[in-house]
């Protein structure tokens, strides 16, 4: 016998789960079901793929009996792969495999959304005791000759024996306490099975005791029975056109770990030349790692309905890191590794395939645009991570591109806007900025409100990267209004007496701003505001600068703006008789840095521009 005593971060967990999940406590059977079910999916594969283990005597399923009275007890036996001893205490009494540290920095204190994170990280197995005082774990590795059994009562450690066992696999008894013993219960266990379990793909069994009683109610005879208790057909098996909206919600929720309802499935079934099924869920919320570098897969891999493998990323794209679910293929080998699925002519044909059939159900719920806004509000930044990185399928994910108008309220297609485009306009226009309010307010808007041409709104910092990955849609040059070019669509016929009056505005203007800009120059976008800064046409825009520098480029080249001043705005037309006075120097400064202000650039020295400001206004009193 060996004593050992539990990591401190187990203790730890062990506390959490007990006082915080209370009301989630049948979540217990659930978890122990899964984690069975996981060391049967192992054996099979390895009696299928590994000489070694092709003699070994294999039923696969998942036992369940319990015995009520005083002293009750509920057992949970799988002939599964097993554990050695050193399985036995990595496992279950440290954090090394556990998951342990992970769970615990995400425990949030609400026990809906605890219950939902237990089975995401590997620790499910610690609900037991919620409802037992004490845990028995015998188990014997398949191939090994010994088996052991780990003991703990879940507060002072655990320790570990010698066990009898003979056959391969795990038998868990749970001594139930007087919060557990309603689970020694024919009906209790059979209704959790159905509602967590029952698409388990090994058979699972109750065995329970058949009581007769007599006229009076006494208790006549009482022999024991065993009964199957689950369907033990994989649910991605089953023809779409037999199950309801109701059994996917159910089997979504049994096998993401998520209390929320699905935002919608894709289930299909190629047949012919190349075979799959893939099942596919779109959960209603974005995972918290989904922007994350070390996100989890959420895609298994089956072949044959035998489990493959959990973590690889290569089986969807990585925008498509938000689907969960199952691609079950009969056409790859058992034995397929990492290093071959990547290069796999057949599994590259499914992953083309499985993406057309998500983009296909995204173009339909895509007609609804309350519902797309939805999906979008989540996703939207993973589809543009599309259109940027999915070179095969980018047309198709561009119709699923939506962004804010200066025309409508809700969110815009390219296609809704060049359907609504005016004849003679010849670009589709956008402009990027910080957030909303500063976009609808930018003086770069003017000469397009007063031409009513519609200007998509980009708010988004990674907009600076993909739409020039989209030169054009429709035959139609997207043009961003940021730049000094856009402008060029509408030339108007220039006054030249008025231009040949502010030249020297313009010069002694860029003067003083010296190399803080690129050129000073008339507008002819401007209707309302005096001045505003453009970029040069290959330079990139002040909000890319920024989103360089958060990437830690640091050692960027200084690149300068060019202010564009409007001439027919009083300030300016008054500057002409003001070229002399101290106060010009000032007031051209003042220009520049209001129209950096407008743009979302935060100004070197804030105090500056307030001393020059005040200054400014003190003079005209």
Same mark, same amino acid.
């Given at each position: 016998?060996?004593?050992?005593?539990?990591?401190?971060?187990?203790? &730890?967990?062990?506390?959490?789960?007990?006082?915080?999940?209370?009301?989630?406590?049948?979540?217990?059977?659930?978890?122990?079901?899964?984690?069975?079910?996981? $060391?049967?999916?192992?054996?099979?594969?390895?009696?299928?793929?590994?000489?070694?283990?092709?003699?070994?005597?294999?039923?696969?399923?998942?036992?369940?009996?319990?015995?009520?009275?005083?002293?009750?007890?509920?057992?949970?036996?799988?002939?599964?792969?097993?554990?050695?001893?050193?399985?036995?205490?990595?496992?279950?009494?440290? %954090?090394?495999?556990?998951?342990?540290?992970?769970?615990?920095?995400?425990?949030?204190?609400?026990?809906?959304?605890?219950?939902?994170?237990?089975?995401?990280?590997?620790?499910?197995?610690?609900? /037991?005791?919620?409802?037992?005082? !004490?845990?028995?774990?015998?188990?014997? @590795?398949?191939?090994?000759?010994?088996?052991? @059994?780990?003991?703990?009562?879940?507060?002072?450690?655990?320790?570990?024996?010698?066990?009898?066992?003979?056959?391969?696999?795990?038998?868990?008894?749970?001594?139930?306490?007087?919060?557990?013993?309603?689970?020694?219960?024919?009906?209790? =266990?059979?209704?959790?099975?159905?509602?967590?379990?029952?698409?388990?793909?090994?058979?699972?069994?109750?065995?329970?005791?058949?009581?007769?009683?007599?006229?009076?109610?006494?208790?006549?005879?009482?022999?024991?029975?065993?009964?199957?208790?689950? +369907? $033990?057909?994989?649910?991605?098996?089953?023809?779409?056109?037999?199950?309801?909206?109701?059994?996917?919600?159910?089997?979504?929720?049994?096998?993401?770990?998520?209390?929320?309802?699905?935002?919608?499935?894709?289930?299909?079934?190629?047949?012919?030349?190349?075979?799959?099924?893939?099942?596919?869920? %779109?959960?209603?919320?974005?995972?918290?790692?989904?922007?994350?570098?070390?996100?989890?897969?959420?895609?298994?891999?089956?072949?044959?309905?035998?489990?493959?493998?959990?973590?690889?990323?290569?089986?969807?794209?990585?925008?498509?890191?938000?689907? @969960?679910?199952?691609?079950?293929?009969?056409?790859?080998?058992?034995?397929? /590794?990492?290093?071959?699925?990547?290069?796999?002519? =057949?599994?590259?044909?499914?992953?083309?395939?499985?993406?057309?059939?998500?983009?296909?159900?995204?173009?339909?719920?895509?007609?609804?645009?309350?519902?797309?806004? &939805?999906?979008?509000?989540?996703?939207?930044?993973?589809?543009?991570?599309?259109?940027?990185?999915?070179?095969?399928?980018?047309?198709?994910?561009?119709?699923?591109?939506?962004?804010?108008?200066?025309?409508?309220?809700?969110?815009?297609?390219?296609?809704?806007?060049?359907?609504?485009?005016?004849?003679?306009?010849?670009?589709?226009?956008?402009?990027?900025?910080?957030? &909303?309010?500063?976009?609808?307010?930018?003086?770069?808007?003017?000469?397009?409100?007063?031409?009513?041409?519609?200007?998509?709104?980009?708010? +988004?910092?990674?907009?600076?990267?993909?739409?020039?990955?989209?030169?054009?849609?429709?035959?139609?040059?997207?043009?961003?209004?940021?730049?000094?070019?856009?402008?060029?669509?509408? /030339?108007?016929? @220039?006054? !030249?007496? !008025?231009?040949?009056?502010?030249?020297?505005?313009?010069?002694?203007?860029?003067?003083?701003?010296?190399?803080?800009?690129?050129?000073?120059?008339?507008?002819?976008?401007?209707?309302?505001?005096?001045?505003?800064?453009?970029?040069?046409?290959?330079?990139?825009?002040?909000?890319?600068?920024?989103?360089?520098?958060?990437?830690?480029?640091?050692?960027?080249?200084?690149? !300068?703006?060019?202010?564009?001043?409007?001439?027919?705005?009083?300030?300016?037309?008054?500057?002409?008789?003001?070229?002399?006075?101290? /106060?010009?120097?000032?007031?051209?400064?003042?220009?520049?840095?209001?129209?950096?202000?407008?743009?979302?650039?935060?100004?070197?020295?804030?105090?500056?521009?307030?001393?020059?400001?005040?200054?400014?206004?003190?003079?005209?009193?």
């Amino acid at each position: 016998m060996s004593q050992h005593s539990f990591q401190t971060e187990v203790n &730890q967990l062990l506390n959490l789960i007990i006082h915080s999940l209370y009301s989630h406590k049948e979540i217990f059977l659930r978890e122990l079901i899964s984690n069975a079910s996981d $060391a049967l999916d192992k054996l099979r594969y390895l009696t299928l793929t590994k000489k070694d283990y092709k003699s070994l005597s294999f039923e696969p399923k998942i036992s369940l009996e319990f015995f009520d009275g005083d002293n009750p007890t509920l057992t949970i036996t799988d002939s599964g792969i097993g554990m050695s001893k050193k399985e036995l205490e990595d496992n279950l009494g440290t %954090i090394a495999r556990s998951g342990t540290k992970s769970f615990l920095n995400k425990m949030s204190g609400d026990s809906k959304k605890d219950a939902q994170l237990i089975g995401q990280f590997g620790v499910g197995f610690y609900s /037991s005791f919620m409802v037992a005082d !004490k845990v028995d774990v015998a188990s014997k @590795k398949a191939g090994n000759k010994e088996a052991w @059994k780990w003991s703990s009562d879940g507060r002072s450690g655990f320790e570990i024996t010698k066990d009898v066992k003979k056959d391969n696999g795990t038998v868990i008894t749970l001594y139930l306490n007087d919060e557990g013993k309603e689970f020694a219960n024919r009906w209790q =266990i059979e209704n959790l099975v159905k509602k967590y379990s029952d698409h388990i793909d090994f058979p699972i069994f109750l065995t329970y005791p058949d009581i007769e009683y007599d006229k009076e109610g006494k208790e006549k005879s009482r022999e024991s029975k065993t009964d199957q208790i689950n +369907d $033990a057909k994989a649910f991605w098996t089953r023809s779409p056109n037999e199950l309801k909206k109701k059994d996917y919600r159910e089997f979504y929720k049994s096998f993401s770990n998520d209390m929320d309802d699905p935002f919608d499935w894709v289930h299909y079934r190629a047949e012919g030349n190349l075979e799959y099924t893939i099942l596919f869920f %779109i959960p209603n919320k974005a995972a918290p790692d989904i922007y994350r570098a070390d996100y989890q897969s959420g895609v298994k891999l089956y072949v044959n309905r035998v489990f493959i493998t959990d973590d690889d990323k290569e089986l969807l794209p990585t925008w498509l890191r938000f689907v @969960k679910g199952i691609i079950d293929s009969s056409d790859l080998p058992l034995n397929v /590794s990492r290093e071959i699925l990547q290069q796999n002519r =057949i599994m590259s044909n499914i992953r083309s395939n499985s993406v057309k059939k998500v983009i296909d159900k995204l173009k339909i719920v895509a007609k609804d645009k309350d519902k797309y806004a &939805q999906f979008y509000e989540h996703y939207g930044r993973l589809i543009k991570e599309g259109v940027y990185q999915d070179f095969e399928h980018k047309d198709n994910l561009t119709e699923l591109l939506r962004y804010n108008s200066t025309k409508d309220e809700g969110l815009v297609s390219f296609k809704e806007y060049v359907d609504r485009m005016k004849d003679d306009q010849k670009s589709i226009y956008y402009i990027t900025g910080r957030n &909303q309010i500063s976009l609808r307010n930018s003086p770069l808007l003017e000469m397009y409100e007063k031409m009513d041409i519609e200007v998509l709104l980009l708010d +988004d910092e990674i907009d600076e990267i993909i739409i020039p990955s989209v030169p054009k849609y429709d035959e139609k040059e997207l043009k961003s209004i940021n730049r000094s070019g856009a402008a060029d669509d509408f /030339s108007e016929e @220039k006054d !030249k007496d !008025k231009e040949k009056s502010l030249k020297p505005v313009l010069k002694k203007i860029k003067n003083i701003l010296g190399e803080r800009v690129k050129d000073v120059k008339l507008s002819n976008r401007l209707s309302e505001s005096p001045s505003c800064i453009v970029a040069d046409e290959h330079d990139p825009t002040a909000q890319m600068q920024e989103l360089m520098r958060s990437m830690g480029q640091t050692d960027l080249p200084e690149i !300068k703006p060019i202010l564009e001043l409007n001439p027919n705005h009083k300030i300016i037309i008054s500057l002409k008789d003001k070229t002399k006075q101290k /106060s010009f120097n000032d007031i051209a400064l003042l220009l520049y840095e209001q129209a950096l202000i407008q743009e979302g650039v935060k100004l070197d020295n804030p105090a500056e521009f307030t001393e020059r400001l005040n200054k400014v206004i003190v003079e005209t009193l």
